[in-house]
């Protein structure tokens, strides 16, 4: 097995908020354990809607200056979660988000949605090659929910683990590197259920989606591969959030983004393999019980 402080992780996404949304606890687990964790985000997030009035101007059809605000919200959500290596996908600033699907924002220059791909895969093919982790945590194809920059981060991030470990591929960039394991975060449709039945039950005046097969992150639980258990960094993955205070806001156990769907802050979180060996599954449904399990 490898030992702790061996462990390299490293997660893509597309905007800031989605690391801690998804991976927080997972995150704050490994720094905790001593394994290096770095974090790999592609834009800005310039094109998010705001939920804070007083800062409404920021939007990008006012100052335009929400990216940069948001670059020092990420700053405090890996300061909660004990991340000291985060990186842009390019640098800061080199790609822009992309907005959803139709609007204007698609058409952008620097939009991430249309990155030149060889360029954006080289851009992380030096960060694998550099950081050398043996665990690589991304998108499924359909980036989640759908959103362009997902789904480019997800085309981006296998691609770029293919080309990684070519030797012929790109010797400037360092020498060729072989992920062991590369995950999908992903949420269990019964977990999602679960959630949406206990938010209906706290009176919460919640009027959303009841249905959780209706949510388009929703995953088959026979896809799930892992599920890590990160009840012991619960406070830390809640201030991890509660950083990203321009885009999701707080309800004891729940939080909702500017679609106002509730949803629980999870403290186990779960993800599919889709590279590399499984490794043994000691959880109640035989899934692993760490990323690094079986290497």
């Known amino acids: 097995m490898t030992p702790a402080a061996d462990r390299r992780l490293l997660l893509v996404h597309a905007h800031p908020d989605d690391e801690s949304i998804n991976n927080g606890a997972t995150m704050a687990r490994y720094v905790a354990e001593g394994a290096h964790v770095t974090l790999l985000t592609c834009t800005l997030g310039?094109?998010?809607?705001?939920?804070?009035p007083e800062l409404a101007g920021l939007a990008a059809d006012q100052a335009d200056q929400l990216g940069g605000y948001r670059v020092v919200e990420l700053e405090r959500a890996m300061q909660a979660l004990g991340v000291t290596d985060h990186r842009f996908l390019g640098?800061?600033?080199?790609?822009?988000d992309s907005g959803m699907a139709g609007t204007p924002a698609n058409a952008h220059p620097r939009a991430f949605w249309n990155a030149d791909l060889d360029e954006a895969v080289a851009a992380a093919v030096a960060v694998l090659r550099e950081v050398r982790p043996q665990v690589v945590v991304g998108y499924d194809e359909h980036g989640?929910?759908?959103?362009?920059?997902?789904?480019?981060?997800?085309?981006?991030?296998?691609?770029?683990?293919?080309a990684a470990a070519d030797p012929g591929y790109r010797p400037d960039l360092g020498a060729a590197h072989q992920v062991a394991k590369l995950y999908w975060t992903c949420v269990p449709v019964s977990v999602l259920?679960?959630?949406l039945d206990a938010l209906a039950a706290a009176d919460t005046g919640y009027d959303g989606v009841t249905d959780a097969r209706e949510i388009?992150?929703?995953?088959?639980?026979?896809?799930?591969?892992?599920?890590?258990?990160?009840a012991a960094h619960r406070d830390r993955k809640a201030a991890a959030m509660a950083a990203h205070a321009t885009q999701l806001t707080l309800d004891g156990e729940f939080f909702a983004l500017s679609n106002n769907l509730g949803q629980e802050v999870?403290?186990?979180?779960?993800?599919?393999?889709?590279?590399g060996e499984?490794?043994?599954?000691?959880?109640?449904?035989?899934?692993e019980t760490d990323l690094f399990a079986g290497l």
């Open 46 to 52: 310039e094109e998010g809607e705001i939920l804070v």
């Open 91 to 96: 640098g800061t600033g080199r790609w822009r």
């Open 144 to 162: 989640g929910y759908g959103h362009p920059d997902h789904v480019q981060a997800h085309r981006v991030t296998m691609a770029a683990a293919d």
């Open 193 to 195: 259920q679960q959630g």
């Open 216 to 230: 388009p992150f929703a995953a088959e639980d026979a896809d799930v591969s892992c599920e890590l258990d990160g």
């Open 266 to 275: 999870l403290t186990t979180e779960y993800y599919r393999l889709v590279r």
């Open 278 to 287: 499984r490794g043994p599954g000691d959880g109640p449904h035989g899934w």
